[in-house]
């Protein structure tokens, strides 16, 4: 599908009406048709498309965020216009991570899209920057809700970027899919705002990753995991929780972050061919990355190493272990003798886990202690665990 510019003519801003005043059937269905312009918003704003944008076409591309913003204020709390409103977003957008929620953060997602846009030319790149840092809600509160934070933080990326002083990084994550999984884990909590039920928060993470093509699907999970990891350790090193508050506050957000990674590991877990392809799509340090952070995980990884590694057979021509069926998923000898050596050298607990796990199936398939009799021991005397 071609990609086309949104009409960026400004919006008709509508009048602050009653809370409790309906909006006439034809005011709405124009406010509908209006919405079903974000996600070719979004879009452009991230092509390069912007090339040719001056500073006006800017100026109104950030009053149609702010637009959308104002729709979920007005909004959110009309729970029929609101399903009408994500319903109609969802229907006009070509992926899943789109809902009602999106609109509040429209100005964030807009400016963020655009600072990463290098087709965007320098008098409206200059331009972006003076708007976000604006402060038009200064005085207004504690906690302004433009977007100037966003710019503070990416001024601050940019410097902890610089060569001299490196950045700590995770396994893996690029930006980009860090991004969507940061995406991901937004509209997760979103989710558990709005539905309370556990059941039907996995009905709808699972929709949304079924629906990507399943390699990238299970990249943003395992890197949703890694970000809430990371957060977890970034808020118990600072002492304080995503949003200032005291020590109820920290237990209140950590038991959010463990049910949200609840979610993410019952869809993985959920099925045996699923978490299979997933552990043979990411790389093994990845895999003893999040291992060692999530204990349901690392049970299952070695359950799943330990199916593997049954189906080798000794063959004493070539010397070496090799699959019994080879046109089966499952790992070479090579393969899972990385993998377990990956977890060896994680924490002295995973260590000990896989050690223990190691010697339990060398103890049950005869205790053996010389090579090609027992895929185990050679494996304990391989990865020094």
Same mark, same amino acid.
């Given at each position: 599908?071609?990609?086309?510019?949104?009409?960026?003519?400004?919006?008709?801003?509508?009048?602050?009406?009653?809370?409790?005043?309906?909006?006439?059937?034809?005011?709405?269905?124009?406010?509908?048709?209006?919405?079903?312009?974000?996600?070719?918003?979004?879009?452009?704003?991230?092509?390069?498309?912007?090339?040719?944008?001056?500073?006006?076409?800017?100026?109104?591309?950030?009053?149609?965020?702010?637009?959308?913003?104002?729709?979920?204020?007005?909004?959110?709390?009309?729970?029929?216009?609101?399903?009408?409103?994500?319903?109609?977003?969802?229907?006009?957008?070509?992926?899943?991570?789109?809902?009602?929620?999106?609109?509040?953060?429209?100005?964030?997602?807009?400016?963020?899209?655009?600072?990463?846009?290098?087709?965007?030319?320098?008098?409206?790149?200059?331009?972006?920057?003076?708007?976000?840092?604006?402060?038009?809600?200064?005085?207004? #509160?504690?906690?302004? %809700?433009? =977007?100037? !934070?966003? +710019?503070?933080?990416?001024? /601050? *990326?940019? &410097?902890?970027? @610089?060569?001299?002083?490196?950045?700590?990084?995770?396994?893996?994550?690029?930006?980009?899919?860090?991004?969507?999984?940061?995406?991901?884990?937004?509209?997760?909590?979103?989710?558990?705002?709005?539905?309370?039920?556990?059941?039907?928060?996995?009905?709808?993470?699972? #929709?949304?990753?079924? %629906?990507? =093509?399943? !390699?990238? +699907?299970?990249?943003?999970? /395992? *890197?949703? &995991?890694?970000? @809430?990891?990371?957060?977890?350790?970034?808020?118990?090193?600072?002492?304080?929780?995503?949003?200032?508050?005291?020590?109820?506050?920290?237990?209140?957000?950590?038991?959010?972050?463990?049910?949200?990674?609840?979610?993410?590991?019952?869809?993985?877990?959920?099925?045996?061919?699923?978490?299979?392809?997933?552990?043979?799509?990411?790389?093994?340090?990845?895999? /003893?990355?999040?291992?060692?952070?999530?204990?349901?995980?690392?049970?299952?990884?070695?359950?799943?190493?330990?199916?593997?590694?049954?189906?080798?057979?000794?063959?004493?021509?070539?010397?070496?272990?090799?699959?019994?069926?080879?046109?089966?998923?499952?790992?070479?000898?090579?393969?899972?003798?990385?993998?377990?050596?990956?977890?060896?050298?994680?924490?002295?607990?995973?260590?000990?886990?896989?050690?223990?796990?190691?010697?339990?199936?060398?103890?049950?398939?005869?205790?053996?202690?010389?090579?090609?009799?027992?895929?185990?021991?050679?494996?304990?005397?391989?990865?020094?665990?």
């Amino acid at each position: 599908m071609e990609l086309q510019t949104p009409s960026l003519r400004g919006p008709a801003r509508p009048g602050t009406a009653p809370a409790g005043h309906r909006p006439k059937p034809e005011a709405m269905e124009v406010v509908l048709g209006q919405v079903e312009q974000l996600p070719a918003l979004l879009a452009v704003s991230r092509s390069a498309l912007v090339r040719d944008w001056d500073s006006l076409t800017l100026d109104r591309a950030l009053e149609w965020a702010r637009y959308f913003q104002h729709l979920h204020d007005r909004f959110r709390a009309r729970p029929l216009l609101r399903e009408a409103l994500g319903r109609r977003l969802r229907r006009s957008q070509p992926f899943p991570l789109l809902g009602f929620p999106t609109l509040g953060r429209c100005p964030q997602l807009v400016g963020l899209a655009l600072l990463e846009n290098r087709a965007l030319p320098p008098a409206a790149f200059r331009r972006l920057l003076r708007s976000l840092l604006q402060s038009p809600g200064a005085g207004a #509160g504690p906690e302004p %809700r433009g =977007p100037e !934070p966003l +710019a503070r933080r990416k001024a /601050a *990326a940019r &410097l902890l970027a @610089l060569p001299r002083r490196p950045p700590p990084r995770l396994p893996g994550p690029e930006a980009r899919l860090r991004a969507e999984a940061q995406l991901l884990l937004s509209r997760l909590r979103e989710e558990e705002q709005e539905m309370r039920e556990a059941a039907g928060q996995l009905r709808w993470l699972c #929709g949304v990753l079924e %629906r990507l =093509p399943q !390699p990238r +699907a299970f990249q943003v999970v /395992a *890197a949703a &995991l890694a970000v @809430l990891e990371q957060e977890r350790g970034a808020g118990q090193a600072g002492g304080g929780s995503r949003d200032g508050s005291g020590p109820g506050g920290r237990r209140a957000s950590a038991a959010g972050d463990g049910c949200t990674a609840g979610l993410l590991l019952s869809w993985l877990l959920g099925s045996q061919a699923r978490f299979s392809a997933f552990c043979l799509c990411l790389p093994c340090s990845h895999l /003893a990355f999040l291992a060692d952070r999530y204990s349901q995980l690392s049970r299952s990884y070695l359950d799943l190493l330990t199916d593997w590694g049954s189906h080798l057979l000794y063959d004493p021509l070539q010397g070496q272990w090799v699959k019994s069926c080879l046109d089966k998923a499952g790992l070479s000898w090579e393969e899972l003798r990385q993998r377990f050596s990956s977890l060896c050298q994680g924490s002295t607990l995973l260590k000990e886990q896989t050690q223990t796990a190691l010697k339990l199936l060398r103890t049950q398939d005869g205790d053996f202690k010389v090579r090609g009799v027992s895929v185990w021991t050679d494996l304990l005397m391989e990865v020094g665990c």
